[in-house]
């Protein structure tokens, strides 16, 4: 008897720890130099790119100016970035263009550190104050004076630009690639590293540069975003030396499955509702530092807001295919929509900058929930071998075109009409666009997550049932 039970503890036990290492995640090494690129590239990024508009600033350009630069490196975005892809998909080169795009990324922006300044832009209209006249005139003395600054900028943005356009859609498409070959892994849960790197990192170069700023010893005191923004661009290099990408077939007709994509009336409301998003994010991007410089914020107080932002995602991101799966795209869609509203509305109530920090969070499901969505959604209604054309478009249409129109038309908005009035007019039309595509989804079947890009009503059932299956089962 005592043998019995003996046998049936060690059995119940053998069971019990078996149960504990199934459920438990695994750490898959192939996702390894993934998880390195995404750390370094995102986080050189979001140490840079926060500075630029406020760099622009103190090299005397304008907002209508610095609206200018920043608008055109969207639309750059929306003609590169497709190119990309294509080229990629046609010749199976992912890994040498990313390659190739990485190094450029690092020598255009970074040379922006030498550009020569032409004074401070010392005209403010705040909330539409001053005449028209007055502010002609300045605007036209201002231009003639910062021409030779606001060209090199402009050249040079846009070139870092070009390079960038391509990197953030090879990488996304090539990680959800992987996934497929990988059961139980994620997007989300690669992409949050670079949610991880942006926090640690901005938070760093914001302490740094409001240190150095009180002794500034080479050039001027954004010189530390720079060195930093440098240095991990190239330990990007490595990481993305050592990825395995893929397996990748080139599609035989290429132009005639591109052309089939827009056949598709959830696809074409998908890539309108996207332009939605880039439109607001130019906003995001660009005005949100300009009114906290105008409101008076530090320089660590616009680095914590990348770090709010990244904090956000990484709990999003990790979950992000669970909840996908859960609510279905369109309206993981219009969640985001919901954030981006609330989110301009609370900026424009703003008065102490440091409340930023709390709205900030909203940016959680802003790219959270939309571009592990974004990243299904295109590579479950692409056609075979388009993976990257797919998500290229979908890059280029978010931020390209509209992120482009965004930020031109804000940085004319904000210098006549001010800060708070543009965020509670994009307040307005978030919700306008929410209401719009929640009247679409009711007349369409909306495409079921995994079911390789059909309605609900016709998809796959074993391949969703093998996909929940994958889910409990997860490996980072």
């Given at each position: 008897m005592d043998q019995e039970r003996?046998?049936?503890d060690s059995h119940e036990n053998g069971v019990e720890v078996a149960e504990r290492a199934r459920c438990k995640p695994k750490v898959n090494r192939s996702f390894l130099p993934v998880k390195a690129t995404y750390l370094f590239y995102i986080g050189a990024l979001v140490t840079l790119f926060p500075v630029i508009p406020v760099y622009l600033s103190y090299l005397g350009l304008s907002p209508s100016q610095i609206g200018l630069i920043r608008g055109a490196e969207p639309f750059l975005d929306f003609f590169v970035s497709p190119v990309w892809g294509s080229v990629a998909d046609k010749f199976s080169m992912h890994k040498t263009l990313v390659l190739i795009n990485v190094c450029g990324v690092g020598g255009a922006y970074f040379s922006t550190i030498f550009v020569p300044g032409s004074g401070e832009?010392?005209?403010s209209f705040p909330d539409?104050?001053?005449?028209?006249?007055?502010?002609?005139?300045?605007?036209?003395?201002h231009w003639t004076r910062t021409r030779g600054t606001f060209t090199f900028c402009l050249i040079l943005i846009a070139c870092g630009q070009m390079f960038n356009a391509g990197v953030v859609p090879l990488m996304d498409a090539n990680t959800e690639e992987m996934t497929k070959h990988h059961k139980g892994s994620s997007y989300g849960r690669q992409r949050l590293w670079g949610s991880m790197g942006g926090m640690i990192f901005s938070v760093s170069a914001g302490a740094i540069m409001d240190l150095y700023s009180d002794h500034p010893f080479f050039l001027h005191e954004y010189s530390p975003a720079y060195v930093i923004f440098f240095f991990f661009i190239i330990l990007t290099l490595i990481p993305v030396w050592n990825t395995n990408f893929a397996p990748h077939t080139p599609?035989?007709?290429?132009?005639?499955?591109a052309g089939r994509i827009f056949k598709n009336p959830r696809i074409v409301a998908f890539f309108l509702v996207m332009c939605t998003f880039g439109f607001s994010y130019g906003q995001v991007d660009t005005f949100k530092f300009l009114f906290l410089d105008q409101l008076g914020s530090p320089h660590i107080l616009r680095s914590l807001?990348?770090?709010a932002n990244c904090l956000a995602?990484?709990?999003l991101l990790y979950y992000s295919k669970q909840i996908i799966w859960k609510i279905g795209h369109e309206n993981a869609f219009l969640l985001v929509l919901a954030a981006y509203a609330i989110r301009f509305l609370a900026y424009s109530f703003l008065w102490n900058p440091w409340w930023i920090l709390p709205v900030e969070l909203l940016h959680g499901f802003c790219f959270g929930i939309l571009w592990p969505n974004v990243t299904a959604f295109c590579n479950a209604v692409a056609p075979p071998g388009m993976a990257a054309t797919m998500q290229s478009l979908a890059f280029?249409?978010?931020a390209g075109l509209s992120e482009g129109i965004g930020t031109i038309l804000g940085g004319l908005f904000y210098e006549r009409y001010g800060a708070r009035n543009l965020f509670r007019t994009m307040a307005a039309a978030c919700l306008c666009i929410l209401i719009a595509y929640k009247i679409f989804c009711c007349f369409f079947e909306p495409i079921k997550p995994g079911s390789g890009g059909k309605p609900t009503e016709t998809s796959n059932e074993p391949a969703v049932r093998e996909a929940e299956e994958g889910q409990n089962q997860p490996q980072n």
């Open positions: 003996h046998q049936l832009f010392n005209s539409g104050a001053g005449s028209t006249d007055t502010l002609e005139e300045s605007s036209s003395d599609p035989k007709t290429m132009f005639r499955n807001c990348p770090a995602e990484l709990f280029a249409l978010t």
